[in-house]
């Protein structure tokens, strides 16, 4: 059914004195008259979409010279009526108001940056002029969108791409989150059909699935609460579906895993009560810790204030709950729009006329906006400073040359290098930031100009995945680290294989690529990673290759394992390919690292080795102690002591009194008068060796003991 002049003048009335109606009613029969023969897309008379809108801005309750502006709203555009002709039917403020919109309308977006900059310069300054201009601009194109249906498939893109970029941020802005929701949904339903679609069958399902569960939690809730003596009023939710697609997209999760999309709204009387539910909420049911977030201490920028956290409910669902008073509700269902609405307007105001020019913090920001883009005289700098001010959860930076770049807050230097070039990424360093340099965790800020610092020996690694925050660096680190896991592990099955086989037949050579077909692998390097990553085992390639091979195999094992340790893990590794380094000596309890040595396996160090610091980084390979191995390592020990008799003998006898076995022991004169006393011991595990070093200082005369 279209809305016809009576239910506009029927919501009106409500709230504006008999007077005030007048004024509508004649503007609804100028445009009626100027719109008469025009019809739009879909065939409609032409005069619905300003009824449409002038409706939306009644149920706003925003004043009548808002609701005569949006009936008027198209007049001058669309046809030869001009601003003069306005203001004399309906006076200035209307004029201005209907004057601002068509400024608008007139802006085109289709165009390169500079010009596009200059374009939004126009709108925020038509709109900035009158609130009232902003929020009528807002409802018509939030009608346009929804009938936008009729448009090609261009402008279809054109119109939802603009609508996501410039408006949906303005209502955010204003704090007028169903509009802002509404227009975000439309924009994501013609932008992306298919994602929309998709995600739309999978929500709508788990709406239906869950909607008895939601209703059983929302009783427990309310009991919980009434035990607690807390009045509350709770309604369940569902998240709006361009968010929960925005949320899949930046942890990069695919559609079909949507998990908290549940919600419930808890409505109390005092922000105390807020609190005390929040506290009745945890007690009952187990939160996620860092999803508590407390915008009632710290308001968003437009205004919202609520309690948001997350919990695990009956069965493991997840559901999102936020407690807020009734006030806090309109305010973040209405935003800027709620100040009027929640006051009596009519009562308090006799002319019913709202007043943009009223001093209150959600307009401060417009009026910043405006003061400070009159100082900008360049296009790109006025874009700019408007982007940070309609965007508070995005970073805007630089490069040196001065090209923009956006990401989300938290963003860092790896983020910025990777979204300019993939190897510029996987190089980066670090990064000059306004000059200084930066470590490549440094946070991004609005403003700063980024120059990234690379180097050729850089490469990513693990620890890159929690410091990125966008995910196109974030799996660009993941396939760089994917690609070197195969490289290690063909380099690893490489040497598992050769060395086995020329232990069982020293006197044949080696052919791998007629050994990776007889087990049906596509290529050698398949092959290989297969075993380097523990999928095929070596002892069952050779079994297959040698069948007679197991009779020998209980022998020469025995005695390989004899002569390495064995207490080291590597996935997939058999033991008889690790050793342990010389230089440092590693011990059970030693943070370690192993290095793939060609034609020896696996080499462990200790992590703080100065040597394996050396070893090309690439060859690296995360190694694990076996703690249920008890096997003895040696472990070259220096005591420095006072140089009198008797002082060698206290040391072997505190040593021998621990059960280990020392060796090669030598005692050396120092040039201070002192002595050294070198050897070798054996020992279990790091523990063992504390407990050694603490007894050999506390022997009278030892002024020094170190592990060499
Ligand atoms: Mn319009």
Same mark, same amino acid.
């Given at each position: 059914?279209?809305?016809?002049?009576?239910?506009?003048?029927?919501e009106?009335?409500? $709230?504006?004195?008999?007077?005030?109606?007048?004024l509508v009613e004649?503007?609804?029969?100028f445009?009626?008259r100027?719109?008469?023969g025009q019809?739009?897309l879909n065939?409609?008379?032409?005069?619905?979409?300003?009824l449409e809108?002038a409706?939306i801005?009644?149920q706003?309750r925003?004043?009548?010279?808002s609701?005569?502006?949006a009936?008027l709203?198209d007049?001058?555009?669309?046809s030869?009526?001009?601003?003069?002709d306005?203001?004399?039917?309906?006076?200035?403020?209307v004029?201005?108001v209907v004057d601002?919109?068509?400024?608008?309308?007139r802006?085109?977006?289709r165009?390169?940056?500079?010009k596009?900059?200059e374009?939004?310069?126009?709108?925020?300054?038509?709109?900035s002029k009158?609130?009232?201009?902003?929020?009528i601009?807002?409802?018509?194109?939030?009608?346009?969108m929804r009938?936008?249906?009729?448009?090609t498939?261009q402008?279809?893109l054109?119109? =939802?791409r603009?609508t996501?970029?410039i408006y949906?941020?303005l209502a *955010?802005?204003?704090g007028?989150?169903?509009?802002?929701t509404?227009?975000?949904?439309l924009?994501?339903?013609?932008?992306?059909p298919?994602?929309?679609?998709?995600l739309?069958a999978?929500?709508?399902s788990?709406?239906?699935?869950?909607e008895d569960?939601?209703?059983?939690?929302m009783?427990?809730?309310r009991l919980?609460?009434e035990?607690?003596?807390?009045?509350?009023d709770?309604?369940?939710r569902?998240?709006?579906?361009?968010s929960?697609?925005?949320?899949?997209?930046?942890q990069?999760?695919?559609?079909s *895993?949507?998990?908290?999309?549940?919600?419930i709204?808890i409505i109390?009387?005092?922000?105390?009560?807020?609190?005390a539910?929040?506290?009745?909420?945890?007690?009952?049911w187990?939160p996620?810790?860092?999803?508590?977030?407390?915008?009632?201490?710290?308001?968003?920028?437009?205004?919202?204030k609520?309690?948001?956290?997350?919990?695990i409910?009956?069965?493991g669902?997840?559901i999102?709950?936020?407690?807020?008073?009734?006030?806090m509700?309109?305010?973040?269902?209405?935003?800027?729009?709620?100040h009027?609405?929640?006051?009596?307007?009519?009562?308090?105001h006799?002319d019913?006329?709202?007043?943009?020019?009223k001093?209150?913090?959600?307009?401060?920001w417009?009026?910043?906006?405006?003061?400070?883009?009159?100082?900008?005289?360049?296009?790109?700098d006025f874009l700019?400073?408007?982007?940070l001010?309609l965007?508070?959860?995005?970073?805007?930076v630089?490069?040196?040359?001065?090209e923009?770049?956006?990401?989300?807050?938290?963003a860092?230097?790896?983020d910025?290098? $990777?979204s300019?070039?993939t190897?510029?990424?996987?190089q980066?360093?670090?990064?000059?930031?306004n000059?200084q340099?930066?470590k490549?965790?440094?946070?991004?800020?609005?403003?700063?100009?980024?120059?990234i610092?690379?180097s050729?020996?850089?490469?990513?690694?693990k620890?890159?995945?929690?410091?990125?925050?966008?995910?196109?660096a974030?799996n660009k680190?993941q396939?760089?680290?994917?690609?070197?896991e195969?490289?290690q592990?063909?380099?690893?099955?490489?040497?598992?294989v050769?060395?086995k086989?020329?232990a069982v037949?020293?006197?044949q050579d080696v052919?791998?690529?007629?050994?990776?077909?007889?087990f049906?692998?596509?290529?050698?390097d398949?092959?290989l990673?297969?075993i380097?990553?523990?999928?095929?085992?070596?002892?069952?390639?050779?079994?297959?290759? $040698?069948p007679d091979?197991q009779k020998?195999k209980?022998r020469?094992?025995?005695?390989?394992?004899k002569?390495?340790?064995a207490s080291v893990?590597?996935?997939?590794v058999?033991?008889?390919?690790?050793?342990?380094?010389?230089?440092?000596?590693?011990?059970?309890?030693?943070?370690?690292?192993?290095?793939?040595?060609?034609?020896?396996?696996?080499?462990?160090?200790?992590?703080?080795?100065?040597?394996?610091?050396?070893i090309?980084?690439?060859?690296?390979?995360?190694?694990?102690?076996?703690m249920?191995?008890?096997e003895?390592?040696?472990v070259?020990?220096?005591v420095v002591?006072?140089?009198?008799p008797?002082?060698?003998?206290?040391?072997?006898?505190?040593i021998?009194?621990k059960?280990?076995n020392?060796?090669?022991?030598?005692?050396?004169p120092l040039a201070?008068g002192n002595?050294?006393?070198?050897?070798?011991?054996?020992?279990?595990?790091?523990?063992?060796?504390?407990?050694?070093? =603490?007894d050999l200082?506390?022997i009278?005369?030892?002024?020094r003991?170190?592990?060499?």
């Amino acid at each position: 059914m279209p809305v016809r002049i009576n239910d506009i003048i029927d919501e009106i009335s409500t $709230y504006v004195p008999d007077s005030g109606l007048r004024l509508v009613e004649k503007a609804y029969v100028f445009s009626a008259r100027v719109h008469q023969g025009q019809t739009r897309l879909n065939g409609e008379p032409y005069l619905n979409h300003p009824l449409e809108v002038a409706y939306i801005v009644a149920q706003m309750r925003l004043d009548v010279v808002s609701v005569a502006a949006a009936l008027l709203h198209d007049t001058i555009e669309d046809s030869l009526t001009k601003r003069e002709d306005i203001k004399a039917e309906f006076g200035e403020e209307v004029a201005s108001v209907v004057d601002g919109l068509t400024k608008i309308s007139r802006i085109d977006f289709r165009s390169e940056e500079e010009k596009q900059a200059e374009n939004f310069r126009k709108m925020i300054l038509a709109m900035s002029k009158d609130l009232r201009v902003l929020l009528i601009k807002l409802i018509d194109r939030l009608h346009n969108m929804r009938t936008l249906a009729f448009h090609t498939r261009q402008n279809q893109l054109r119109i =939802a791409r603009e609508t996501l970029d410039i408006y949906a941020p303005l209502a *955010n802005r204003l704090g007028i989150h169903w509009l802002q929701t509404e227009l975000e949904n439309l924009s994501f339903m013609y932008l992306e059909p298919e994602d929309y679609r998709i995600l739309k069958a999978k929500m709508d399902s788990i709406a239906r699935e869950k909607e008895d569960y939601l209703r059983n939690f929302m009783a427990r809730v309310r009991l919980k609460l009434e035990e607690a003596g807390i009045k509350s009023d709770i309604k369940s939710r569902i998240k709006h579906i361009y968010s929960v697609y925005q949320k899949l997209k930046r942890q990069n999760i695919s559609l079909s *895993n949507v998990y908290d999309v549940l919600g419930i709204r808890i409505i109390v009387d005092t922000e105390a009560e807020c609190y005390a539910a929040l506290g009745v909420i945890h007690g009952s049911w187990k939160p996620i810790q860092q999803r508590i977030k407390d915008f009632i201490a710290q308001p968003k920028p437009n205004g919202y204030k609520s309690l948001h956290t997350t919990v695990i409910g009956p069965g493991g669902d997840r559901i999102e709950i936020q407690i807020r008073t009734r006030e806090m509700d309109s305010v973040a269902n209405d935003g800027i729009a709620a100040h009027w609405l929640y006051k009596d307007y009519a009562k308090t105001h006799d002319d019913a006329k709202f007043d943009p020019s009223k001093e209150t913090h959600e307009l401060s920001w417009l009026r910043r906006l405006l003061e400070s883009h009159r100082e900008l005289k360049n296009p790109r700098d006025f874009l700019r400073s408007v982007k940070l001010d309609l965007y508070p959860e995005e970073v805007f930076v630089f490069t040196p040359k001065g090209e923009v770049f956006q990401f989300p807050v938290g963003a860092t230097p790896l983020d910025f290098a $990777y979204s300019v070039h993939t190897q510029l990424g996987h190089q980066c360093i670090g990064a000059k930031v306004n000059g200084q340099i930066v470590k490549l965790n440094y946070e991004l800020k609005s403003g700063d100009v980024v120059e990234i610092l690379r180097s050729s020996k850089q490469h990513p690694s693990k620890d890159w995945l929690r410091i990125a925050k966008t995910s196109r660096a974030k799996n660009k680190i993941q396939a760089w680290l994917r690609a070197q896991e195969r490289e290690q592990g063909i380099a690893l099955g490489r040497e598992m294989v050769e060395k086995k086989l020329k232990a069982v037949h020293p006197e044949q050579d080696v052919d791998l690529e007629s050994i990776a077909k007889v087990f049906a692998y596509k290529s050698t390097d398949d092959f290989l990673a297969a075993i380097g990553f523990g999928r095929l085992s070596v002892n069952h390639v050779l079994n297959k290759l $040698y069948p007679d091979y197991q009779k020998k195999k209980a022998r020469s094992q025995a005695a390989e394992k004899k002569a390495e340790g064995a207490s080291v893990v590597v996935k997939g590794v058999d033991n008889l390919l690790i050793r342990f380094a010389k230089c440092c000596r590693p011990i059970p309890g030693d943070d370690i690292v192993g290095f793939i040595t060609r034609g020896k396996g696996i080499t462990v160090h200790r992590s703080t080795c100065q040597y394996a610091s050396e070893i090309d980084s690439q060859r690296m390979i995360p190694v694990e102690w076996d703690m249920g191995v008890n096997e003895s390592h040696e472990v070259e020990m220096s005591v420095v002591c006072e140089d009198r008799p008797g002082m060698l003998g206290s040391i072997t006898a505190a040593i021998g009194a621990k059960n280990v076995n020392i060796s090669r022991l030598k005692a050396l004169p120092l040039a201070d008068g002192n002595s050294a006393c070198q050897f070798f011991v054996a020992i279990k595990n790091l523990a063992e060796l504390e407990r050694l070093t =603490a007894d050999l200082k506390r022997i009278k005369g030892v002024i020094r003991v170190e592990r060499r």
